[in-house]
């Protein structure tokens, strides 16, 4: 299947014009290169830069990167499935114009996320964000659209020890005034620099573990939310290098405690209507939001192998850190894998909405974003009923209470992901073989490139890398 709004060698109708007008725009501000970005199967934002002056040859023609990438892990060493890993062939990257954005934090640069094609023209099928879109272009002409957002968690640190140790750059309580103080500069360089690139911060707080933060931004369709996603934490890692600071959006900075999330917040609509609020079904959903939740409740443990994708996401993933680590739902419960958010009164209609919370920022956000929804949409097509209710503690639940609400502990390491993922037949056909296969690798090989590692060992090796 290939969209209007797929890239076409030669660029789209008016597209090279536009260009053309924008990089002469782009020159008189100041803009000398344009980053164009896209996050491999890993969770490792990649990029290549082009100067300005490029931008039209790059809407028309693209620019040729390797398709190995969709195999590189983390640390940068490569595994191979039957498609893709090898050393021959080319891709295009073709930058969207709708989602260039002048880096405020980076002085003399742009940035747009990217699809990729084949040199032929065809849809790579190994481009996640391609994958994203397709779907939710596929869902909206049966009438049903989505807004979506990503939540960041990050650890600031003083800069790296010597031995790669996190020296945390605040000392203040968890959410403490001290940390704002600490860091008011660089907080309000972020916020200056996330409003002139157009994001839309709900809140930006200080979080529980050391040097952690949180932004929360406004829900976007869900492409547009993971542009999002790869854009404020290109913008955070800019606007704390100007102030001598390092940042790491790994799951587990250390080995132990409450680590970094990227709870991912999702309401699915039909003809307007946000199908979450307003209905006759419990805390106000319709029955096809109900169903839609439990499509996603029920692949939980399956799609933690694409939301919770670093060996590092299991020392995150655990009880009593509200990292979500059950197969449980509820409204408000900060400890199920599904928190069901009705919003404030009068405020439903527009804010309910689903909070998804085994998911950290190791996850593509495309790929994350893409599996939540198949998995919803797969629970709607089916009717799949929503169990009871959870409050409380999923793990105070005795096995009786537990087995009458289907909760479950999510998988306790990558490899059970693995297993849960690979049973998988919505995700799989959802992802296509080409994309399965490469999830599977990938997960496979980081698994493989941690072997021997005790978790202090698992949290210092991805550490930097997210
Ligand atoms: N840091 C927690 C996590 O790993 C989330 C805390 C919160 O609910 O904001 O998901
Ligand atoms: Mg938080």
């Not at 090279?16 to 934002?45: F, K, M, N, P, Q």
């Not at 704390?240 to 250390?254: D, Q």
């Not at 939001?289 to 443990?301: K, N």
């Not at 959802?430 to 021997?452: F, K, M, N, W």
Request: hydrophobic share 45%.
């Amino acid at each position: 299947m290939t969209t209007l709004a797929d890239p076409v060698p030669g660029g789209r109708p008016g597209e090279v014009e536009r260009a053309t007008a924008l990089s002469g725009e782009l020159s008189g501000r100041g803009v000398h290169g344009i980053v164009l970005a896209y996050v491999d199967t890993a969770g490792i934002g990649r990029v290549k830069a082009i100067p300005t002056a490029k931008l039209p040859s790059a809407v028309a023609w693209g620019v040729g990167m390797s398709p190995v990438f969709d195999t590189f892990l983390a640390d940068d060493s490569i595994v191979t499935t039957d498609a893709l890993g090898s050393p021959d062939g080319d891709l295009r990257l073709y930058p969207d114009l709708g989602g260039l954005v002048v880096l405020s934090g980076q002085p003399g640069w742009a940035w747009a996320p990217v699809d990729r094609i084949a040199q032929e023209g065809d849809p790579h099928p190994g481009c996640s964000r391609t994958f994203l879109r397709h779907l939710v272009t596929d869902s909206a002409r049966r009438g049903i659209a989505f807004r979506a957002s990503i939540e960041i968690e990050w650890t600031v640190g003083q800069g790296p020890s010597a031995a790669g140790e996190l020296l945390p750059a605040t000392t203040g309580p968890a959410y403490g005034a001290t940390r704002q103080v600490e860091l008011s500069d660089c907080a309000a360089d972020l916020l200056a620099a996330l409003a002139e690139q157009g994001v839309d911060v709900d809140q930006l707080h200080p979080e529980y573990a050391a040097g952690q933060f949180e932004v929360s931004v406004g829900a976007l369709d869900p492409v547009a939310a993971a542009d999002r996603s790869v854009l404020v934490r290109q913008t955070i890692r800019a606007v704390a290098r100007r102030h001598g600071l390092v940042v790491s959006f790994a799951p587990a900075v250390v080995a132990e405690g409450v680590g970094n999330g990227g709870h991912l917040h999702l309401s699915a609509w039909r003809d307007g209507v946000n199908l979450h609020a307003g209905g006759d079904r419990r805390h106000g959903m319709t029955a096809e939001a109900e169903s839609f939740t439990a499509g996603v409740l029920t692949r939980l443990p399956a799609l933690t192998a694409v939301t919770a994708p670093s060996p590092a996401s299991y020392l995150r993933l655990k009880p009593s850190r509200w990292a979500g680590a059950f197969t449980a739902w509820g409204r408000e419960t900060r400890e199920a894998g599904v928190r069901v958010i009705t919003g404030t009164t009068g405020l439903q209609d527009r804010s309910a909405n689903i909070e998804i919370k085994p998911v950290d920022l190791a996850a593509n956000p495309y790929l994350a974003l893409g599996c939540v929804i198949a998995a919803g949409l797969d629970g709607m097509a089916m009717s799949t009923p929503l169990p009871q209710e959870t409050t409380g503690n999923p793990e105070l639940l005795d096995t009786g209470q537990a087995r009458a609400r289907d909760v479950r502990r999510l998988p306790t390491s990558l490899g059970e992901a693995v297993a849960e993922f690979r049973a998988d037949e919505v995700l799989r056909t959802a992802l296509g073989p080409v994309l399965t296969d490469a999830v599977i690798a990938v997960r496979e090989g980081e698994i493989a490139a941690v072997d021997g590692l005790d978790d202090a060992g698992i949290a210092a090796a991805y550490r930097w890398r997210y």
